[in-house]
């Protein structure tokens, strides 16, 4: 859901001049500027390195609720795709800007009792460590879905659908908590061309972008 707001935010701005999607299946969207790659396994890029290099900004979107999840099957997703993707495009692209959505609540010390706080606070950890030009972490909480954006977790998109009539206004009165696809994918942008004062952003720090 994340990604396709993101991605149409990329396809509006002007100052972008070309987007690599890579994807596990072809989605059928075609746009000047759009290039999708289908790749389906996300632990090993090495038989598209050579596609990869000379990009200024990944905008990694991927992810999965941790519900129903066991930690070892949750981290192989969460950290183990993430890590394989990123250190291959530091590797790449060491001028590049790295930028992660992560999770609002996200444990950085790695030790508390929420165990997908935990895997996201080493996934973010690890990726700050890695030898990037930059690299910012995303911590959204609620995310309003806009244009027709849609989570592909069932029970999240029914979700928005029961609540689709409260969300603006729980936007509107919950800055701090809430932000939309639109807002996310605008302050990634800004944050790819002009980088900020630190490298985790909350919702609010989104929303003022």
């Not at 990604?3 to 990329?10: F, K, S, Y």
């Not at 038989?47 to 066991?70: H, K, P, R, T, W």
């Not at 990123?86 to 800007?97: D, I």
């Amino acid at each position: 859901m994340v990604g396709q707001g993101v991605l149409r935010e990329c396809l509006l701005d002007p100052d972008v001049e070309s987007v690599l999607s890579i994807v596990r299946a072809p989605t059928g969207r075609v746009e000047p500027n759009l290039r999708e790659l289908v790749h389906r396994d996300f632990f090993d890029f090495s038989a598209i390195e050579n596609q990869l290099a000379g990009y200024d900004a990944c905008f990694f979107c991927l992810g999965v609720s941790s519900a129903g999840m066991q930690e070892a099957d949750y981290r192989r997703v969460t950290y183990d795709i993430t890590l394989a993707s990123a250190r291959t495009l530091a590797r790449l692209n060491p001028a590049m800007t790295f930028i992660y959505v992560s999770g609002t609540g996200t444990d950085s010390s790695e030790k508390g009792s929420s165990m997908w706080a935990r895997v996201k606070g080493k996934t973010e950890n690890d990726l700050l460590r890695l030898p990037f030009k930059s690299a910012y972490m995303f911590r959204p909480g609620a995310i309003v879905p806009l244009y027709g954006a849609k989570s592909k977790t069932k029970f999240v998109q029914a979700l928005y659908t029961v609540l689709k009539p409260v969300l603006p206004m729980l936007s509107a009165l919950f800055p701090k908590y809430v932000t939309n696809t639109e807002q996310v994918g605008r302050a990634m942008l800004t944050v790819a061309k002009q980088g900020a004062p630190k490298p985790v952003l909350e919702t609010s720090d989104m929303n003022k972008i």
